[in-house]
Each structure stands twice: as C-alpha cells, then as structure tokens.
C-alpha cells in the first residue's frame, strides 16, 4: 500500500513538471522570431544605446560569424556557434545585446569596441564579447572565445556580475530614462 501512495505521489509530481514544460514551450512556440533571437545590428546602434539609456542597462556587444547567434542544441559545446549563443543567452537579460558580422563589418564597429576586439591579439577568435556603458565611453569587461564550455560559463559568469554591479561600470552613471 505505502508502495502504491509513493507511486502515485511520484506521478502527480510527473504531471505537474510536465504540465508547466507544456507551458513553457507553448510560449517559446509562439515566439515571433524562432530563428534567431533578438538582438540589435550595428546600423541599429542608435537605437540599442537609447534602449539601453532608458532600461538603465550597459550594451553587450558580441563580434562573431554570420549564423552564430542562431539557436543551437549545445551552447556549452566547443565552437565558436555554441560560445556566441551561450553569450546571447548568459547577457540578454541583462544588457541591450549588439552583434556585429567578424567578417563583413570587421574594423567597421565603433572605435572603442574595434579596438577592444582587436587587444591584445589583432586576430581574435570570435566571438568577442564586450560590455559597455549605454554611450559606449567605458569598456566594463571583455570575454573572447573560451572553447571548454564550463570555463566559458564561469567567464561569462563573472562578466554578468560586472554588468548587473553599476558600481563596477566605473564614474557615475546615466539616470535611467524610461520605463
């Protein structure tokens, strides 16, 4: 009898887990970009730096290829696809995410972001991720590709605590302006 009560405790919990997972990816289904998430370009940066000046928020800046930041199985895999997604996914809670093409607008980013992407090597591995103050005057930290993903994690783990700590940004700080 105990045996039978355990069971059915176990699955009325099976249920309940499955039950909210059904309504969890009901709304991830029902998304309007299923393909990519969103994020800014850079001919888009005007725009990032006003939302990220009216939610109060720094600019995450991710260097990488074309079709990185599509979604993919495994972000804690090895390559530059999971490390620039994993980035997406460890920053864009948090911060206004601007992704700029390694290849076609390499050396085409604003001056503090090119330069920070290029030291201290001028051939970095993408993805280069650089948080920034709203008005991109102040780098607050940088991870470049890091291909152990649990040496990754702990990266962008201590980078995501720089960019939630306002008082790590360095001087003070815009008012937020919005919402």
Known sequence: M????GW???????ALVVWNCDL??????TSTNTT???YFRL????EAKAKAK???KPIVWIASFPGSMTPIKNPMGAGSHAATYHAYLTFYRDAVVVWSDSDAENHREPAIVDGELHTPDAHYT????IALRPDLDKVIGKVFHISDGKERAAAYAGLLKKVRDKASWGG????KTGK
């Open 2 to 5: 105990k045996a039978q009560k």
């Open 8 to 14: 059915n405790l176990a699955l009325a919990a099976l």
């Open 24 to 29: 969890t990816c009901t709304a991830a289904a």
């Open 36 to 38: 990519s998430p969103p």
């Open 43 to 46: 001919s888009q940066l005007e």
């Open 54 to 56: 009216a939610e109060g």
């Open 126 to 129: 993408a993805p280069g991720v």
């Open 172 to 175: 003070p700080q815009p008012p």
